[in-house]
């Protein structure tokens, strides 16, 4: 399965399950990433850390951590 990690610039891809639990779950959820949502790669720093994405109009960074829990396709 791929991650939201592994995405390139420019790639718009649709949330398959958010793996994790507690808190981080919780928190991204509350961001709007939600199972079915279409995400948008705006960029990604160069050592990959955080990864800028578009989701529901607006504009989010996520930590590698934080992207890698989340499945896509």
């Given at each position: 399965?791929?991650?939201?990690?592994?995405?390139?610039?420019?790639?718009?891809l649709?949330?398959?399950?958010?793996?994790?639990?507690?808190?981080?779950?919780?928190?991204?959820?509350?961001?709007?990433?939600?199972?079915?949502?279409?995400?948008?790669?705006?960029?990604?720093?160069?050592l990959?850390?955080?990864?800028?994405?578009?989701?529901?109009?607006?504009e989010?960074?996520?930590?590698k951590?934080?992207?890698?829990?989340?499945?896509?396709?």
């Amino acid at each position: 399965m791929k991650t939201l990690r592994d995405a390139k610039i420019g790639e718009t891809l649709k949330v398959v399950k958010i793996n994790g639990a507690g808190a981080v779950k919780r928190r991204i959820m509350d961001m709007g990433i939600t199972k079915g949502v279409e995400i948008y790669v705006r960029k990604v720093a160069p050592l990959g850390d955080p990864v800028e994405i578009t989701v529901r109009g607006f504009e989010l960074s996520l930590r590698k951590a934080d992207a890698e829990i989340i499945d896509v396709e």
